[in-house]
Nanobody
Framework: QVQLVESGGGLVQPGGSLRLSCVVS????????IGWFRQAPGKEREGISCISSSDGSTYSSDSVKGRFTVSRDNAKNTVYLQMNSLKPEDPAVYYC???????????????RGQGTQVTVSS
């Protein structure tokens, strides 16, 4: 059974940092790319980052580039999203999702986690 479980969300002040984790079971990161997405109330789901299955190359959207970093630990089957310099526009439920070989898109993925809430407030 494939599972993706996110953790690490919470409340942080503007300018603060959080590290989200996505623990994957039931499949290998050697063959599955992992993407991070977020969705705030009343807004479209946004793809923000992805790490490839092959060489670990990464992609970040313009909205988070330079602030968020995606990485993975294949031995732990875990993907991380390090979020720095958090802004008031970053609050959302953050999800990880996976697709065979290719980076998942907002609505095209093989499996998805339940999400973790990130709140940015002073």
């Amino acid at each position: 059974q494939v599972q993706l479980v996110e953790s690490g969300g919470g409340l942080v002040q503007p300018g603060g940092s959080l590290r989200l984790s996505c623990v994957v079971s039931g499949l290998s990161l050697d063959y599955y790319a992992i993407g991070w997405f977020r969705q705030a109330p009343g807004k479209e789901r946004e793809g923000i980052s992805c790490i490839s299955s092959s060489d670990g190359s990464t992609y970040s959207s313009d909205s988070v580039k330079g602030r968020f970093t995606v990485s993975r630990d294949n031995a732990k089957n875990t993907v991380y999203l390090q979020m720095n310099s958090l802004k008031p526009e970053d609050p959302a439920v953050y999800y990880c999702a996976t697709r065979f070989i290719k980076c998942p898109s907002r609505y095209d993925y093989d499996y998805r986690g339940q999400g973790t809430q990130v709140t940015v407030s002073s």
